[in-house]
């Protein structure tokens, strides 16, 4: 059996091993991982806050957890590319050859929510 294409997923809380088995696997079939942050949607609990407080939630409270996704998604990045690097894996955002670790760019949000606070309007 071979594998072609490795999806890894990670939350940016503990994915080292996770990641590390992925690279490995794709070091082994000479594939190509591609790692899905995933996390809880923090929409969902702001309107569920929001019900609750009302104005008292700001937009600093906001921007907030939009920081909060950003350093998930970085450390997310760090921890991909040091499992590339200890594989011996190409790392890269695009990359589409064999034996690659590819990463989504730390410029998209995990969330849609952080997604729409981000756009201007």
Request: glycine fraction near 6%; charge should be neutral.
């Amino acid at each position: 059996m071979r594998y072609n294409l490795i999806l890894a997923c990670a939350d940016g809380v503990d994915d080292a091993r996770t990641l590390a088995v992925a690279a490995d696997l794709a070091a082994r079939h000479r594939a190509v991982v591609r790692v899905v942050p995933t996390g809880a949607d923090v929409a969902v609990d702001l309107v569920a806050f929001g019900l609750a407080l009302g104005p008292a939630l700001t937009g600093a409270s906001a921007q907030a957890v939009a920081d909060d996704e950003q350093a998930s998604h970085l450390r997310i990045e760090a921890a991909a590319r040091a499992a590339a690097e200890a594989s011996g894996l190409s790392f890269g955002r695009a990359l589409e050859a064999r034996g690659c670790f590819c990463c989504p760019t730390t410029r998209s949000p995990v969330s849609p929510w952080a997604a729409k606070r981000r756009s201007p309007t």
